[in-house]
């Protein structure tokens, strides 16, 4: 039986796409359902660098799960994920992750950046700037 509205999103995994528009735009962190034997995760939006001499343009949506004892952010856009004791470390390891990233691919000339790295770059250059 398919089940309809809300009903559907809590049984579907992939919510309706006005929720996920909603997401997106950093209304708080919110819980993926699990799957039988799956941890459920939970999206944390990261929406500041501070102290860091970097700005976000946009929040950036971080997946939080755990996994055993520790904890996993991932920034699926990217392709970036880090790991973490807390949720609260996953997420700020994964903060330092991406600065580094980003600073990283930015010093290489854009000529010698493969596909996967150039990708990379496009989109943390959509979401991160460097201030002065």
Same mark, same amino acid.
């Given at each position: 039986?398919?089940? +309809? ?7 579907? #995994? ?5 929720? &996920? &528009? ?5 209304? #708080? ?17 990261? /929406?500041?660098?501070?102290? *860091? ?12 799960? +755990?996994?055993?004892? +520790? ?8 392709? =970036? #994920? ?13 903060? +330092?992750?991406?600065?580094? =990233? @980003?600073?990283?691919? *930015?010093?290489?000339?854009? *000529?010698?950046? #493969? ?11 959509? @979401? =991160?700037?460097? /201030?002065?």
């Amino acid at each position: 039986m398919r089940r +309809s509205g809300a009903a559907a999103f809590l049984f579907s #995994g992939d919510p309706p796409r006005s929720r &996920r &528009r909603r997401r997106r735009r950093g209304f #708080g962190p919110t819980v993926r359902p699990s799957t039988a034997g799956e941890p459920a995760a939970i999206v944390v939006p990261i /929406t500041t660098l501070a102290p *860091e001499p970097f700005v976000l343009l946009r929040d950036v949506p971080a997946v939080v799960h +755990s996994v055993g004892d +520790s904890f996993v952010a991932r920034f699926f856009d990217a392709n =970036i #994920g880090t790991s973490g004791d807390t949720q609260q470390e996953a997420v700020t390891n994964l903060k +330092s992750l991406m600065m580094d =990233i @980003f600073e990283d691919l *930015e010093a290489e000339q854009p *000529e010698r950046l #493969g596909p996967e790295p150039s990708r990379q770059l496009a989109v943390l250059r959509a @979401f =991160i700037r460097r /201030t002065a």
